[in-house]
């Protein structure tokens, strides 16, 4: 598949199980901070985002966690589904609505 | 309907050619933008457009030029290709440069032999 060859962090997870995908991020004066999924041959799709002033914010089987003393912020994903398989990015937001991204995490969702 | 379309979806190049990139968005939004995503998955601000006007250049090489006609379209020209131009390009969109949910194009797959 397309991430053969790939070196980046690759978490596998039953389907049913819970996901947490995790990220570092190194811009204290971001304002918001971003999860998008990338599925296969495809552009990267919003998912969700929380603001620099909150801890936690739900979505739809999804929340995401910010913790700024530690520079760090995850992403939940409650009752994974194989349709979660895909490379998970998380951005920070800067000046100009420049979105600076990490490194992306693999989630297999195995049946 | 598509949102966010570019064209072509892949591009296949000798060095030294010069190509162009197309992307048009029918979201009405005002904001557009050009990413590059390497091999190992890394995705990177190139440049970005708001209502036609030039805000963000990253440090990319003036091989590129982005250019856009209205504030539907941004097309992408690369002259003299290298090597290490081989990528995939996404056009994004967003409303304007205060809404921070940008909405990506399916990428154009650029290898450059």
């Known amino acids: 598949g397309e991430s053969v060859g790939l070196h980046l962090p690759t978490l596998s997870v039953q389907e049913g199980d819970n996901s947490i995908i995790n990220c570092a991020y190194s811009n204290s004066a971001s304002d918001y901070f971003i999860w998008y999924k990338q599925e296969s041959g495809k552009g990267p799709q919003f998912i969700i985002d929380i603001r620099s002033n909150m801890d936690k914010r739900q979505g739809q089987r999804v929340t995401v966690l910010l913790n700024k003393t530690v520079k760090h912020l995850s992403l939940q994903i409650a009752a994974t589904q194989p349709g979660d398989s895909a490379v998970y990015f998380c951005?920070?937001?800067?000046?100009?609505?420049?979105?600076?991204f990490g490194a992306g995490t693999i989630l297999r969702v195995k049946s | 309907d598509t949102a966010v379309s570019q064209t072509p979806k892949y591009l296949v190049t000798q060095m030294g050619n010069d190509k162009s990139i197309k992307c048009e968005q029918n979201l009405g939004h005002d904001t557009m933008y050009w990413y590059k995503q390497d091999s190992k998955k890394f995705l990177k601000i190139m440049f970005s457009?708001?209502?036609?006007?030039?805000?963000i250049n990253e440090t990319v090489p003036n091989r590129f030029s982005p250019k856009s006609p209205d504030k539907a379209h941004l097309n992408l020209h690369i002259n003299s290709l290298e090597l290490g131009d081989s990528a995939v390009y996404f056009c994004?969109?967003?409303?304007?440069?205060?809404?921070?949910?940008?909405?990506f194009g399916p990428g154009t797959r650029l290898l450059v032999l």
């Open positions: 994004a969109s967003s409303q304007d440069t205060r809404d921070k949910t940008q909405y």
């Open positions: 951005a920070e937001r800067e000046y100009g609505n420049k979105l600076v």
């Open positions: 457009y708001n209502n036609k006007e030039l805000i």
